[in-house]
């Protein structure tokens, strides 16, 4: 790598809102340029500043190989989003390159509607049969990159929910006992094509900080945390609010150019200010 190109990487890395402007506007061939040197964790940290056709436009125009490595360097919610936005024909190719674990987590979300429980939840999500013992479930938890967090998800051999308990619970269980004996039940749930409206409004948050998502056949299928909703819905409003204010702050330049141009067609009388009255 050029040393000129070592400092457009080291700016993109320290500021990616700034690239994320110039990466937007740059015509293919330099935008490609651009992503083909830079690491692929660099561009994955400027694409995260980009709104969504405009990072999934910079997927498009690289080689399959190096889309994928830039999606495994972004947080899911954020690839989700630009995969959504892909052509069916590139999202396909792309979605084949990536690593199992990730294809499998897109995978899960792309196949429900957009600002639905399905298309916002995490796909990992620990679930345990209802026969397993509460040692077990304790091994599994010391596991590097184990999904356990609070809540213990318990389901038959089809994959169905039916029911739900605490790590608290478990670890304070007597040796042996089964998550059947220990689940509580009826437990309450997300549809996976809940809309997102719907979601904030489940009676389930005034009692539990995350919701399974569960698809037609009740199978579980993914998670739905109160903070990942949050945050999705809080990025929505700044989105949203900072699409207003461009689109004001356009009329406004607009308004004053083309004041500008009325008054160039004035003669002026005088070149030194008006004296103070």
């Known amino acids: 790598m050029s040393l000129s190109w070592r400092i457009a990487e080291d700016f993109a890395r320290s500021h990616p809102l700034e690239a994320s402007g110039k990466l937007e506007s740059a015509p293919d061939a330099e935008a490609r340029a651009m992503v083909d040197v830079f690491e692929p964790a660099t561009t994955a940290a400027v694409l995260a500043m980009m709104t969504p056709l405009a990072g999934a436009r910079v997927l498009r125009i690289v080689a399959t190989e190096r889309a994928s490595a830039i999606l ?50 995490e796909p990992r999500v620990a679930s345990f049969h209802l026969d397993t013992t509460v040692e077990d479930v304790l091994a599994r938890l010391h596991r590097p990159g184990s999904e356990l967090r609070y809540y213990v998800y318990v389901v038959n051999e089809n994959q169905k929910l039916e029911g739900v308990t605490t790590l608290r619970d478990v670890a304070a269980a007597q040796a042996g006992t089964s998550l059947r004996s220990l689940m509580s039940r009826p437990v309450e749930q997300l549809s996976a094509r809940t809309s997102k409206g719907a979601i904030a409004t489940h009676p389930g948050w005034s009692r539990f900080s995350s919701l399974p998502v569960v698809d037609e056949s009740g199978r579980l299928t993914g998670v739905m945390r109160y903070e990942t909703f949050r945050r999705l819905s809080s990025e929505t409003a700044t989105s949203e609010e900072e699409s207003t204010l461009g689109v004001v702050l356009a009329l406004g330049e607009l308004f004053w150019l083309s004041a500008s141009n009325l008054l160039d067609g004035f003669p002026r009388e005088s070149s030194q200010p008006e004296p103070r009255q």
Not at 75 to 80: E, N, Q, T, V
Not at 81 to 110: H, M, N, T, W, Y
């Open 72 to 121: 495994d360097g972004l947080s899911l919610d954020r690839a989700s989003e630009l995969v959504r936005c892909l052509p069916s024909s590139f999202r396909q190719g792309i979605l084949g390159a990536c690593r199992d674990a990730r294809r499998k987590e897109l995978e899960s979300r792309l196949r429900y509607p957009e600002q639905t429980a399905g298309a916002l939840m």
